[in-house]
């Protein structure tokens, strides 16, 4: 008896160290996981980290030399106010349009340009252009930067005799708002990019800015902000005129700052938009996208490529488009400028995806 005693209490240590290894072990094996785990975590969070930290180091560089402009938090935008170094890219022949230009929108390079109306003397991307309806791109992107706080509370009646001057003194394209009728600032700025409207831009500028005049200079202003150095506008509707004109670059880049913008991007990517209910559209005025609509009906297009967001242009200089796309994980903008057709427009588009958008 007393002999097994004793062998129980010799049994009581070992069973302890068992128990005690048995514990260490559970908890070297939690801390082996723990530091796979915080590895993994580290390396994943490596590119994201190392982004942050290219884009603060841009934000710094740039607001040293912007003063007081507003820097939009993204490497491609900073890269896109920079002159864009396109030395190696791909020259065009065969278009149809009289300038185009390819943009790798995540690399910020020129992938290719061309166009009938291109010379010797100056690069392909830089051909001045009428760049008609694609200014409304501008145009909103102005409005947005510059609203007050209370901007969605504000509405604007329509006036018979503005819209019959758009109309009949301009010539202009009209969303569908009719007179009487009060629309809120959200659904004019839809009204301002999917159908073209003119009368949207008219509602807008006479709710947030004191005149057209003054609208102009915020509107030119803008367009040197984001880089525009070869651009200039006298209206905001994109209609005709001497002093009126840009480059299919400036009209690229414009796009890119614009899609940066979640307001606008939320614009320019709707295929279709219903305004409130107002006076005389009981169930809502309806707006399609000219792009969308437009490209959506192309032959031949890739089917590896997705369509993003855009907006047409049409005057008597011909048909133009600014349009994203996306193909292999690659945003790319394509302009097609001063068509004579819109077929031809669309086809210089599909060419660009097909041949150069890799």
């Known amino acids: 008896m007393e002999h097994e005693e004793r062998r129980t209490e010799r049994r009581r240590p070992h069973g302890g160290h068992r128990r005690r290894r048995n514990s260490g072990n559970r908890i070297a094996a939690v801390f082996i996981a723990a530091v796979v785990i915080a590895v993994a975590i580290v390396a994943g969070a490596y590119p994201v980290l190392a982004r942050a930290g290219r884009v603060s180091a841009a934000k710094a560089e740039l607001k ?90 504000r509405t604007y009646t329509f006036d018979v005799d503005k819209l019959q001057y758009l109309v009949t003194g301009l010539n202009a394209s009209l969303a569908g708002f009719l007179s009487g009728e009060t629309a809120t600032a959200e659904d004019m700025m839809y009204g301002v ?38 651009s200039h506008f006298t209206n905001p509707y994109g209609l005709d005129d001497p002093d009126l004109y840009s480059t299919p670059e400036d009209i690229a880049r414009l796009f890119q700052y614009a899609m940066h913008n979640s307001i606008c991007e939320e614009i320019l990517t709707a295929r279709s938009y219903t305004t409130q209910v107002m006076s005389k559209h009981s169930e809502g005025l309806s707006f399609t996208s000219g792009a969308y609509a437009t490209m959506g009906g192309t032959d031949g297009m890739p089917d590896d490529v997705t369509y993003i967001g855009g ?26 400028a001063n068509a004579q057709t819109d077929l031809d427009r669309n086809y210089d588009v599909r060419d660009m995806l097909i041949t150069y958008a890799k």
């Open 193 to 230: 990019i999917l159908p073209s409207g003119a009368d949207a831009v008219e509602g807008l500028i006479e709710t947030f800015f004191p005149s057209e005049e003054d609208f102009m200079t915020k509107m030119n202003e803008t367009a040197q902000k984001i880089g525009m150095s070869n």
């Open 311 to 336: 907006k047409t242009g049409y005057t008597e200089s011909g048909h133009s488009i600014v349009v994203m796309y996306l193909k292999n994980g690659h945003h790319y903008i394509c302009v097609a």
């Open 64 to 153: 040293a030399s912007a003063g007081d402009q507003e820097v939009y938090d993204s490497v491609s935008v900073i890269r896109m106010k920079q002159p864009v170094e396109a030395d190696d890219y791909t020259a065009m022949t065969g278009m149809r349009s009289a300038a185009d230009i390819l943009i790798d929108a995540d690399a910020c390079k020129i992938v290719a340009a061309g166009g009938t109306s291109a010379t010797g003397g100056t690069a392909l991307y830089q051909t001045r252009i009428r760049p008609a309806s694609m200014t409304k791109v501008l145009t909103l992107v102005t409005i947005v930067e510059n609203l007050p706080a209370d901007w969605q509370s």
